[in-house]
Structure formats: C-alpha cells, structure tokens
T-cell receptor, first 111, second 114 residues
C-alpha cells in the first residue's frame, strides 16, 4: 500500500518556465512533508518542507503548496533552470516515524 | 564538516552470498537510518539506529540487519542475497533520533546481485 504517490515518473519543461511536481498521500496522520532532490551518483538532498499547519512555504525559486483536504501537495519551481534537472522525491512523516517516500519524478529542464 | 560517507560505492555479489555495507555519519550525528532505493519502489526505509540501539524498523525480511558502533558508525548486512536485492542503499544521519526531517544522505552503495 503506497502511502505517498508521485504519479508522474517524468516531466519535461523549458528553461525559464514553471515546473510543477505533484504528490498525493493517503495517510491522514502525516503532518510534515518534504521534498528532496537527487542527482545521479549522489544521495538525496533536502530542498524544502511544509508543516500541515501551513498551506504554502516559499524558498527562493521553490514553493510548496499543501492541500490537506485533497491530501495533495505540489512543488513549484519558477523559473526552471537546467541545473534543476534531477529526480525529485516527495516524503511525508508524522511524529517520530520514519520518512515515507514517493517513487520520484524525473524533471528535465530543456535549454 | 565532512558529509555522510558510505563504503564501498559499488559492489557486485552473487546470489546466496552475504554483504556488509558501511556508513560514517556526519561528526556529532548520533542517528543513522538506512534506505533501499529501487526503480520500482523508490526509497524504502530499512531501519534506524541511535546510540547503538535499533529505534525503528521497516518492512524488510530478517536477512537485512544492521548495527551501530559507539562512534555512531553503522553497518548493514544482507545475508543470502537474492537478485531482487540489487539496489542503491542509502544511509542518512541526523543529530538525534526522530529528526528524520533533518537527515543528511550519503551518496549510496550500488549493490548488484548476479
């Protein structure tokens, strides 16, 4: 049973445009959500997070939106840059439980 | 400050063998978690160690085990390897247990089972 789902395995976006990566979850206990970015041959690196008490968190070009009623979150990257090309993982947790990851979305930003 | 290091980076084993992977956390970090990444399943939590004690365990068979030493370094062992164990094994460290939101990942060990 997959508790965190990233339904798009891949996404291609032109440089300068907006990238929107989506994530759905099923466990209503989740109260903290994170996005990680992973380049080949490297471990995931933390990108941005959001608590369930918020509906938006912004950090530079990256914004995460949380819709609790729909159990949906999205990561917006504006403007997209070629260096953003990577695999993006959505993850969720509650309390002290381990992170539950989605399967990832491969973003390709085309110059 | 040095990051999380994992050794070896690449490993090829045959079915039935066993393997031991090593992880050195960031200096001062006491919690180490292990994850398995496969194309079909994404990142899946294996277990977490804190102060030499296993704090959390994922849904993996008993062939997967781990331990942590007094210097916080951790090892994971997989016995009786199966083809399906081929994966990238990632280690992540954090200051304290339960701080999964502040985990720092190593580059991983790529295990291929033939």
């Amino acid at each position: 049973d997959q508790q965190v789902k990233q339904n798009s395995p891949s996404l291609s976006v032109q440089e300068g445009r907006i990238s929107i990566l989506n994530c759905d979850y099923t466990n209503s206990m989740f109260d903290y959500f994170l996005w990680y970015k992973k380049y080949p041959a490297e471990g995931p690196t933390f990108l941005i997070s959001i608590s369930s008490i918020k509906d938006k968190n912004e950090d530079g070009r990256f914004t995460v939106f949380l819709n609790k009623s729909a159990k949906h979150l999205s990561l917006h990257i504006v403007p997209s840059q070629p260096g953003d090309s990577a695999v993006y993982f959505c993850a969720a947790m509650w309390g002290n439980t381990p992170l539950v990851f989605g399967k990832g979305t491969r973003l390709s930003v085309i110059a | 400050k040095a990051g999380v290091t994992q050794t070896p980076r690449y490993l090829i084993k045959t079915r039935g063998q066993q393997v031991t992977l090593s992880c050195s956390p960031i200096s001062g970090h006491r919690s180490v978690s292990w994850y398995q990444q496969t194309p079909g399943q994404g990142l899946q939590f294996l277990f977490e160690y804190f102060s030499e004690t296993q704090r959390n365990k994922g849904n993996f068979p008993g062939r997967f085990s781990g331990r942590q030493f007094s210097n916080s370094r951790s090892e994971m062992n997989v016995s009786t390897l199966e083809l399906g164990d081929s994966a990238l094994y990632l280690c992540a460290s954090s200051l304290n247990s339960g701080q999964t939101y502040e985990q720092y990942f190593g580059p991983g060990t790529r295990l291929t089972v033939t």
